[in-house]
């Protein structure tokens, strides 16, 4: 079948980078953007400016073929470093060595990058402050509207991809019709951002090379190092109860609250309690389907299809994940679109329930889990197995982060049996100099196959 034309709603991370991967096979795109171009007014106040780039989304960036102008960007971090309440720090380091990284990234300046790419083509062509008013599923028409000439006009979906984020007007506009069956389930937990400035000089006021957490229990800050030695920090926070966003009503709250818990921080951060006042708070949730297409009109992508909350860094990698898997299904020359979105969803539906699953673990596991001594012995026993028996023992996190050749459903149903044998491993023993690791590699392999 011959694919001549789509409509790609989203100028996103995800939108943009599909935009340059069907625009190489000569596909003709129209892209919609609801806000002005971000190469000339920036991002948008209140999201999250930074995110973090792990294999998956490298992976996608070279089939592409845009790295190099992308890999610039990216800042690597080694590891975790756990800031305790003392101020005293402890290194986490995220693999076995230096090639085991993660990166930071500027959410807005790899959006523009990937707009200039896109833009590049002659295949693409962009519209921005093109907004969606509304998606009509029965008649598969989208409605909307030009802001630049105060109009409205309606384009068919022949067909329309929908990237257009969590709260997808196209995927909402499917309520209650079970077609797509999606659902929006908010975290009880929100975040807001402030910032460390440069030092002198432009230099960095902690260590650039890891991504520094103050875990709390019941809530946690972050903070992840940007190109021009400032640091984005990120308090993720019950939404109401004490503490919460809605507590912390006051100046004098506010700054007694940080001298409390993050103390070390206080005097690194810019403006404190302006900052807290000007910025606003971010909602978390989690969206899933049951379905991400509508016969061959409509594809659901990215966020749009289903977003997760970030505790895990791979909103933006499962996203690019699904360009590429899309990609790759149109190798088939034959396949209609509707075959084309089928094989997709099919593919990777089930690695974005993982996923999501995992995020949602993550978080517990970043704000609390990590003070555990327990947590960090079977973590020092993960690694060892896995430089016994890299071929069958890989640590979760390593899996999902550094090996884009394993989906995450199996990630999750692997990581869920290595973690059920680390703790029977380490049940009754605080050192992992109280283990026989021969005896620990040998109970390992008699219970798990090699991984495929």
């Known amino acids: 079948m011959k694919k001549d034309n789509v409509t790609i709603l989203g100028g996103g991370l995800c939108g943009s980078l599909l935009s340059i991967m069907l625009a190489r096979r000569g596909i003709k795109v129209t892209l919609l953007e609801r806000r002005a171009d971000p190469r000339k007014d920036g991002g948008e106040a209140g999201r999250s400016i930074n995110l973090v780039m792990s294999a998956r989304g490298m992976r996608a960036l070279r089939h592409a073929g845009v790295f190099e102008k992308i890999e610039p960007l990216l800042i690597p971090m080694q590891g975790r470093l756990i800031h305790d309440v003392d101020g005293e720090t402890e290194l986490h380091p995220y693999g076995q060595d230096d090639s085991e990284v993660i990166y930071s ?99 960095f006021q902690m260590s650039p090379d890891a991504l520094h957490i103050w875990p709390r229990g019941g809530y946690m800050l972050i903070a992840l190092p940007n190109p021009g030695g400032d640091f984005t920090l990120t308090l993720f926070f019950p939404a109401e109860g ?46 899933r389907c049951k379905h991400w297409h509508e016969g061959g009109n409509l594809l659901l992508i990215g966020d749009a299809a289903h977003a997760v909350v970030p505790f895990h860094g791979q909103g933006m990698n499962l996203a690019f994940e699904d360009c590429v898997i899309l990609d790759q299904v149109l190798d088939n020359p034959d396949a209609d679109w509707e075959t084309v979105f089928r094989v997709f969803e099919t593919e990777q539906l089930a690695n974005a329930n993982a996923i999501a699953d995992m995020a949602l673990e993550n978080y517990i596991e970043m704000r609390d889990t990590v003070r555990d001594p327990k947590y960090r012995l079977r973590r020092e026993l993960s690694f060892e197995l896995e430089r016994r028996m890299p071929k069958r ?60």
């Open 105 to 203: 990234v500027s959410r807005a300046a790899l959006n523009r990058e990937l707009i200039d790419c896109a833009d590049s083509s002659s295949n693409v062509s962009i519209r921005f402050q093109h907004e969606c008013v509304s998606y009509y599923p029965e008649e598969a028409t989208l409605r909307v509207r030009d802001h630049l000439k105060d109009t409205d006009y309606d384009i068919k979906a022949r067909p329309l991809i929908a990237a257009d984020g969590a709260g997808s007007r196209v995927r909402r506009a499917f309520n209650n019709t079970g077609t797509l069956s999606g659902s929006e389930e908010l975290l009880g937990h929100s975040y807001k951002e402030l910032a460390i400035p440069g030092g002198p000089d432009g230099k």
């Open 242 to 287: 004490d503490p919460s966003f809605l507590s912390l009503n006051s100046d004098k709250k506010v700054t007694a609250f940080f001298k409390e818990q993050f103390a070390d921080a206080v005097p690194l951060i810019e403006n404190l309690t302006d900052s807290w006042n000007r910025n606003p708070v971010g909602i978390l949730g989690t969206v």
């Open 393 to 452: 023992f890989i640590p979760r996190y390593s899996m999902i982060m550094f090996h884009d050749e394993i989906p995450y459903s199996v990630a999750q149903e692997r990581g869920l049996a290595q973690h059920n044998l680390l703790v029977g491993l380490t049940e009754n023993v605080d050192s992992i100099d109280e283990i026989d690791i021969d005896e620990a590699v040998r109970f390992v392999a008699s219970r798990l196959p090699p991984i495929h």
